[in-house]
């Protein structure tokens, strides 16, 4: 009977070693995707990341549209120093932006 004891306190450990070393391979496995999320989630980001400096290229040139206008009116006529550009007018650039969508 003394064999029966001694072959089950050597499953009980060999089961606690093994729960261990699997309770260490799914942490270093959570750790491993919060580090280094799934390929679907770093495609959103990266597509996320295009629109917006896509947005971003589009209002630039609106801008530099404006200041081509700005700079043609001064060949005109109106002296660049009289510029003040509090006095011109308010331009919608999201409301731009969308119409170039």
Do not use: H
Request: with cysteine; net charge neutral; glycine share 2%.
């Amino acid at each position: 009977m003394s064999v029966w004891p001694k072959e089950l306190k050597s499953t009980n450990e060999a089961l606690r070693a093994l729960q261990l070393q699997l309770e260490k391979a799914y942490q270093s496995n959570l750790q491993s995707t919060i580090l280094n999320p799934p390929n679907s989630t770093l495609t959103a980001i990266l597509e996320t990341k295009d629109a917006r400096i896509a947005t971003l290229e589009k209002e630039v040139a609106l801008l530099e549209q404006e200041l081509d206008r700005i700079r043609e009116c001064g060949l005109f006529g109106i002296s660049p120093p009289a510029l003040d550009f509090m006095d011109l007018p308010k331009t919608d650039y999201k409301r731009q932006v969308s119409q170039l969508k």
